[in-house]
Structures are given as structure tokens and as C-alpha cells.
Nanobody, 122 residues
Framework: QAQLVESGGGLVQAGGSLRLSCAAS????????MGWYRQAPGKQRELVAA???????NYADSVKGRFTISRDNARNTVYLQMNSLKPEDTAVYYC????????????????WGQGTQVTVSS
């Protein structure tokens, strides 16, 4: 079971960019899928993006064309590049990992990070 540590969150103005990183304590080359979730105050947690070991990706409709998920297995790290940020992107972002893509998509991944705050001001 991997420990996941997120970084890169912060405060940014609308239209700006941030890149989140998620460092895994163990080799992620054997972990099939990773992803990013977010949760805003008073709202349900939602899947932002997911990526398989082979690099296939999927995104929430709300972030398509603005966010890009990628992974570097050699560095045991997954990234979320966020461009054209909007105030509605404000949330705590969580990195997740699981052997099964289905578990990542369903929100029941075995490995979760502690989260990093992203705040977008208008």
C-alpha cells in the first residue's frame, strides 16, 4: 500500500495555472491507476481526472480542455496541470491510487493522500 503526498496547491487568480504533484512512497509502476479528486465545502467529492498505468486518461466534463493529468513512473509521481482556473475549481484536491481503474473512478481507491488546498480568486 502506497503513501501519497500531494503538493503544489495554493492561491491563484482566475485564469491562472497551478501544477499539483503527488509523490508515492512506493513504486507506482505496479499500481494500475491513479487519479485526482476534489471536494469543495458543502459539496460532494468528485473525480477530476484519472490515468492508467499505460497512460490512458479520463476527465470530468468540467475540467476537459483545461486540466491535464500525467504520470512519471520512474519518479513515482503523478501530476495535475491546471490551466484557466475558475473560482469554482476551489477545493481540496486529493491524489488516489489503486490497482483497479474502476476503484479509482468509483471513489473507493485504497490509497488516498491528505489533500492540498487550491483556492481560485475572482
Amino acid at each position: 500500500q502506497a503513501q501519497l503526498v500531494e503538493s503544489g496547491g495554493g492561491l491563484v487568480q482566475a485564469g491562472g495555472s497551478l501544477r499539483l504533484s503527488c509523490a508515492a512512497s512506493a513504486s507506482i509502476s505496479s499500481i494500475y491507476a491513479m487519479g485526482w479528486y476534489r471536494q469543495a465545502p458543502g459539496k460532494q467529492r468528485e473525480l477530476v481526472a484519472a490515468i492508467t498505468r499505460a497512460g490512458s486518461t479520463n476527465y470530468a466534463d468540467s475540467v476537459k480542455g483545461r486540466f491535464t493529468i500525467s504520470r512519471d513512473n520512474a519518479r513515482n509521481t503523478v501530476y495535475l496541470q491546471m490551466n484557466s482556473l475558475k473560482p469554482e475549481d476551489t477545493a481540496v484536491y486529493y491524489c488516489v491510487a489503486d490497482l483497479l481503474l474502476g476503484s479509482v473512478v468509483a471513489g473507493v481507491a485504497k490509497n488516498w493522500g491528505q489533500g492540498t488546498q487550491v483556492t481560485v480568486s475572482s
